[in-house]
């Protein structure tokens, strides 16, 4: 069984539409995350989630919404899509809020705007 | 704010070469360090951490140290193979946010 899972694993659409990632965990971990890895690698967390509370949201647009409906799922919700959205997104989770947690990644969803 | 920063790739070695890849850090206090290690078309894996000075973390024959007095946690290898060939990213934490160094791509040539 896959730990941290993300549908779906591309997704291509035109600017100006809405678009939904999925992620699901089933490590019955309390923190979920989503980060953003743009073309040339770089890593930025986006929001965290603990125990279903926002406990993080970097400066993100607010074109971007996470909802999370139980502990095991963190859904990430684009409005508007812009050109400069296309990255690769990654869910992950860990066990508790705390600094030496391992956070385990999803395999990531390669979102591209056209 | 807290930043990250690793030596550029890609780092090109022979098999069974002697690895090095840098990373130091800026950050308040004490924070958690990280490696983790992204193989083609997957996610992040933690690769070894080290959560106070001094600590050595290993794992597949991979190795840092947390050195405060540097700010470093320098990842080695004593032999690579071709299988080790993947992104290699340095982070730290000191709350729950991993913040990233920007990756070193690292190939291993046969």
């Known amino acids: 069984d896959t730990a941290v899972s993300q549908t779906p694993k591309y997704l291509v659409t035109q600017m100006g539409n809405d678009k939904s990632i999925k992620c699901e965990q089933n490590?019955?971990?309390?923190?979920m995350y989503w980060y953003k890895q743009d073309s040339k690698k770089f890593l930025k967390i986006m929001f965290s989630?603990?125990?279903?509370?926002?406990?993080i949201n970097e400066t993100v647009p607010n074109r971007f919404s996470p909802k999370s409906p139980d502990k095991a799922h963190l859904n990430l919700h684009i409005n508007s899509l812009e050109l400069g959205d296309s990255a690769v997104y990654f869910c992950?989770?860990?066990?508790?809020?705390?600094?030496?947690?391992?956070?385990?990644f999803g395999p990531g969803t390669r979102l591209t705007v056209t | 704010g807290d930043s990250v920063t690793q030596m550029e790739g890609p780092v090109t070695l022979s098999e069974e070469a002697f690895l090095t890849i840098n990373c130091t850090y800026t950050a308040t206090g004490y924070p958690s360090l990280f490696w983790y290690v992204q193989y083609p078309g997957e996610g992040l894996q933690l690769l070894l951490k080290a959560t106070k000075a001094d600590d050595k973390g290993s794992n597949k024959g991979f190795e840092a140290t947390y050195r405060k007095e540097t700010t470093s946690f320098h990842l080695e290898k004593g032999s690579v193979q071709v299988s080790d060939s993947a992104v290699y990213f340095c982070?730290?934490?000191?709350?729950?946010?991993?913040?990233f160094g920007g990756g070193t791509r690292l190939m291993v040539k046969p």
């Open positions: 982070a730290l934490s000191h709350t729950d946010m991993l913040t």
């Open positions: 992950a989770s860990s066990q508790e809020w705390g600094t030496s947690y391992e956070q385990y």
């Open positions: 989630y603990n125990n279903k509370e926002l406990i």
């Open positions: 490590l019955g971990h309390d923190t």
